[in-house]
């Protein structure tokens, strides 16, 4: 098993450019999280999942979104950057809300 | 939105010298988790609690969970040098999905 995987692992964006953060694992996990880590902090939750076509807002969902079409995979999409938005974003999975997350490697994005 | 207060913010230590951090927070939480974080990666678990009071160990690692489930600790002992990274705590509230409340994280840097 691969685990939880991020694409790309870098990114620079220009103010205003749209991205798509890839997210995928392959543990049959129904819960699914977003979450930003800025520099020297802890992490805050953008959006999660709870299964396939439910999604919901978490602790910083503005500026972002995200959908669930498949178990395996779920997307963030920032419409329109802002310097805001530079940090490192990690993607996360668990069997249910009761089992341990495990954390993809991040993707870093700088908006400028 | 709730806070984790995370201490001490770093620590430099000799290899082979205890360790001891804490989180506090002014909302109770139903479960208290500790993660490690190596540059680069993503957050990995060390140890779980899920009842006040409750003092769980890991190898060298032990961790309690407050009798007020407002606070929790982490020791480590005998440190060695793949101890070093950032340790963070989270609180998670009990409430259909696994939503954590990270606390700002402790860099620790070991000496050989």
């Known amino acids: 098993n691969a685990g939880v995987t991020q694409t790309p692992k870098f990114r620079i964006l220009k103010i205003g450019q749209s991205m798509t953060l890839q997210c995928t694992q392959d543990m049959n996990h129904n819960y699914m999280y977003w979450y930003r880590q800025d520099p020297g902090m802890g992490l805050k939750l953008i959006y999660y999942?709870?299964?396939?076509?439910?999604?919901d807002k978490g602790e910083v969902p503005n500026g972002y979104n995200v959908s669930r079409s498949t178990t395996e995979d779920f997307p963030l999409r920032l419409e329109l950057a802002a310097p805001s938005q530079t940090s490192v974003y990690f993607c996360?999975?668990?069997?249910?809300?009761?089992?341990?997350?495990?954390f993809g490697p991040g993707t870093r994005l700088t908006v400028l | 939105g709730q806070q984790l207060n995370q201490s001490p913010q770093s620590m430099f230590i000799q290899e082979g010298e205890d360790v001891s951090m804490n989180c506090t927070s002014s909302?109770?939480?139903?479960?208290w988790l500790w993660y490690k974080q190596d540059p680069g990666e993503g957050p990995v678990l060390l140890i779980a609690?899920?009842?006040?009071?409750e003092l769980t160990s890991n190898g060298r690692l032990t961790a309690q969970f407050g009798i007020t489930r407002k606070d929790s600790f982490l020791n480590i002992s005998a440190s060695i040098p793949s101890d070093v990274g950032i340790y963070f705590c989270?609180?998670?509230?009990?409430?259909?999905?696994?939503?954590?409340?990270f606390g700002q994280g402790t860099r620790l840097t070991i000496n050989p």
């Open positions: 996360a999975s668990s069997l249910s809300s009761i089992h341990e997350q495990f």
């Open positions: 999942s709870v299964g396939a076509g439910i999604t």
């Open positions: 909302s109770i939480f139903n479960t």
């Open positions: 609690l899920y009842k006040a009071g």
């Open positions: 989270a609180g998670q509230l009990i409430q259909g999905a696994q939503k954590l409340v």
